[in-house]
């Protein structure tokens, strides 16, 4: 065996051992690159701060952010008001989304209900549903009946529309194929209805999260007496800006993990469709 033979056999082994390197570094930079923009946003934030360039009344530093994180996670007012602002938001979700969800595959499917409902449904979605506070306070008090219904309203639209868009949107050539191979009733929509309107609910379920989070910020700061909407309240009276910031950047991060569930979910449940497939 010459040295050109033995180098020749080498050669494939080291480019077995050189070659998942560029991989690594392209999986890492793939994961890091939606982080980057806030990351250069607090980087930012932070110098401008430090420079003098942003008044600490306007807009305190990202190190007095952390700061207020840390007193308020250790005297126990940050989880207490975390777990009530997320049940109030899972409680508004269940309810809306659960009457909107069924409200849309009922018309999907129904020429009758769609001609009962619909109409209503539609007037009822022009009224902006925070212009209402004032009447539902009139209503329910400040209690949690009131952050309820308010939630439950915002929620309730756009997972009707998408999901009445979703089914009334499946390929009629799918329906007569499944009804030629002898499905009807539930089981032609478990098999062929509900996948087919899937994508479109997915894409009602994620707008409705954003707008969840905006009516509970809304109506936590106007009739609150917990809540991270009340923490912030409490804070604008003592001028506390860090912990008004705070309370804000907590919304921002519990939307994002309220996104990132929802993706998830969305890609396991549309596992079978090559667009939602990594």
């Given at each position: 065996m010459t040295a050109y033979d033995?180098?020749?056999?080498?050669?494939?082994q080291r480019r077995s051992w050189v070659l998942p390197a560029p991989s690594a570094r392209r999986i890492?930079?793939?994961e890091f690159l939606p982080y980057a923009v806030p990351i250069l946003v607090v980087l930012i934030w932070q110098i401008l701060s430090s420079a003098g360039w942003i008044?600490?009344?306007?807009?305190?530093?990202?190190?007095?952010v952390a700061g207020a994180f840390v007193d308020q996670l250790l005297s126990g007012a940050l989880v207490h008001n975390v777990a009530v602002s997320?049940?109030?938001?899972?409680?508004?979700?269940?309810?809306?989304?659960t009457i909107g969800l069924a409200l849309g595959i009922a018309n999907g499917i129904s020429k009758l209900s769609e001609q009962l409902t619909d109409t209503s449904l539609q007037m009822l979605r022009t009224i902006p549903h925070l212009a209402m506070i004032p009447l539902v306070i009139l209503w329910f008090g400040i209690g949690e009946e009131s952050k309820l219904f308010l939630t439950s309203l915002g929620v309730l639209f756009p997972i009707y529309l998408n999901t009445f868009h979703g089914v009334?949107?499946?390929?009629?050539?799918?329906?007569?194929?499944?009804r030629i191979y002898g499905m009807n009733g539930w089981t032609l929509f478990r098999k062929v209805i509900l996948p087919g309107a899937l994508p479109s609910i997915f894409v009602g379920l994620r707008y409705a999260l954003g707008i969840m989070w905006l009516t509970l910020i809304v109506s936590e700061s106007i009739a609150a007496?917990?809540?991270?909407?009340?923490?912030?309240?409490q804070a604008r009276e003592f001028m506390m800006t860090d912990v008004v910031v705070l309370s804000l950047l907590i919304y921002a991060a519990l939307g994002k993990?309220?996104?990132?569930?929802?993706?998830?979910?969305?890609?396991?449940?549309?596992?079978?469709n090559p667009v939602y497939q990594r």
């Amino acid at each position: 065996m010459t040295a050109y033979d033995v180098a020749s056999d080498r050669s494939p082994q080291r480019r077995s051992w050189v070659l998942p390197a560029p991989s690594a570094r392209r999986i890492l930079l793939k994961e890091f690159l939606p982080y980057a923009v806030p990351i250069l946003v607090v980087l930012i934030w932070q110098i401008l701060s430090s420079a003098g360039w942003i008044s600490t009344r306007v807009m305190p530093a990202p190190t007095d952010v952390a700061g207020a994180f840390v007193d308020q996670l250790l005297s126990g007012a940050l989880v207490h008001n975390v777990a009530v602002s997320g049940a109030r938001a899972l409680a508004g979700l269940i309810v809306g989304g659960t009457i909107g969800l069924a409200l849309g595959i009922a018309n999907g499917i129904s020429k009758l209900s769609e001609q009962l409902t619909d109409t209503s449904l539609q007037m009822l979605r022009t009224i902006p549903h925070l212009a209402m506070i004032p009447l539902v306070i009139l209503w329910f008090g400040i209690g949690e009946e009131s952050k309820l219904f308010l939630t439950s309203l915002g929620v309730l639209f756009p997972i009707y529309l998408n999901t009445f868009h979703g089914v009334r949107n499946v390929d009629r050539e799918l329906i007569e194929m499944g009804r030629i191979y002898g499905m009807n009733g539930w089981t032609l929509f478990r098999k062929v209805i509900l996948p087919g309107a899937l994508p479109s609910i997915f894409v009602g379920l994620r707008y409705a999260l954003g707008i969840m989070w905006l009516t509970l910020i809304v109506s936590e700061s106007i009739a609150a007496s917990s809540g991270i909407g009340h923490m912030a309240n409490q804070a604008r009276e003592f001028m506390m800006t860090d912990v008004v910031v705070l309370s804000l950047l907590i919304y921002a991060a519990l939307g994002k993990l309220a996104d990132v569930i929802a993706k998830t979910m969305e890609r396991h449940a549309l596992s079978w469709n090559p667009v939602y497939q990594r």
